[in-house]
């Protein structure tokens, strides 16, 4: 009886032993197999701007971990899913909007936020933006369109129309407008505010009259004297033309006024035409002479001022450098640099440009080494580096 007991309390051991080792192993086996998911992370959620105008945009862009999907709130007619992990998106928000980012998967949902202020305009900001047309200058029977923007006006009004548009009962307060202006006329954008106060701009149309001659007022160089490989700069100014043109230029159409840099391989004259609505052309023209590089002037040129304050004295000596005779010379000299009143030794002319200075009977030949003189009176103070130059024959 003792024996049977003993084994029966054997056997009832064992197989505790055996459910408890079994028991722990198959506990092991989940504990390896089962991870619960992890929860997901937003990095960063940010806007490219967070104040804006009305109008403008932003651009946001976010960065999430262990995410499955993402969302943002406040966005209308979003057609396409997100990024779960990176990504950016452009939005134009309409008013002051909060965005929310909802990032989930099965380890939770997470959310951050960013706000977008937009200003608007205030009622009270009443402007013409901008009042233009496509061409300030027109010959007679072209036409111009008008380009006209407003802020928070009531109505406008365009005086200056002609006839034919003045029959349109109301102009948009933002728009174009063709006209067809028969003389030189001002056109003037009156904008009237919610407040009924009034502003306005003006735009200026000039039509040229038909059969009316072109004017050159202006056809000048920056320098009539340069070495070879520089450049000068031609100047212009035309009035009441049709076309300019300039020698040597290729192009059929220059501007009214304007200027043009050149770089003359040897003394060229360039000669400025102009059309005028009559059909006649005119000219006018300027030399630029070019010196090669190993060729030096002949004449060197010295002088003296006697300087008075409001006057000056300029004794000047002109030095034949060369070996060969000058058997005649003549001096250069710009108006806009000097005020001549009294010249001796010499005689004195004039152009639009310049002083032209010639020799008398006794000091026009000048042999190799020799000096000749001369002086002349003059308002003002002299200019320490002034613009001369010799005319040879």
Known sequence: MLKRYKLMMKIIFLCSAIFFLSSKSFSNVLATTYEPAKPPKILSFTASSNKIKAGDSITLSWYVLNATKVEISGIDNLDYELSPISGGLKVTPSETTTYYLTASSEGGTVQASITVAVE???????????????????????????????????????????????????????????????????????AVGENYEIIYKIFTVTVAEENKPAKINNFSTSASKINKGE??????????????TISGYPTDYLPLNGKLTVTPKKTTTYVLEAIGYDGVTVKKEVTVTVIESNVEDPLKLDYVVHDWGDEYIMDVDITNLSNDTVDYWSLLLKKSEFDISIIWGATLSENDEYYIISPLYYNDI??????????FQAYDSPKKNFFYEFLLD
């Open 120 to 190: 608007k305009s205030s009622p009270d900001f009443f402007n013409i933006d901008y009042f233009y047309g496509s061409e300030s200058e027109i010959s007679l029977g072209e036409t111009v369109t008008l380009y006209w923007k407003t802020t928070n006006a009531k109505s406008i009004t365009i005086i200056g129309l002609e006839k034919i548009n003045e029959e349109l009962t109301s102009l948009p307060l933002s728009g174009e407008l063709e006209v067809f202006p028969m003389e030189t006329t001002d056109y003037i954008l009156i």
């Open 231 to 244: 450049s000068v700069i031609l100047l212009w100014d035309v009035s009441e033309a049709k076309s300019v």
């Open 366 to 375: 000048i042999k190799p080494g020799v000096t000749v003189s001369f002086g």
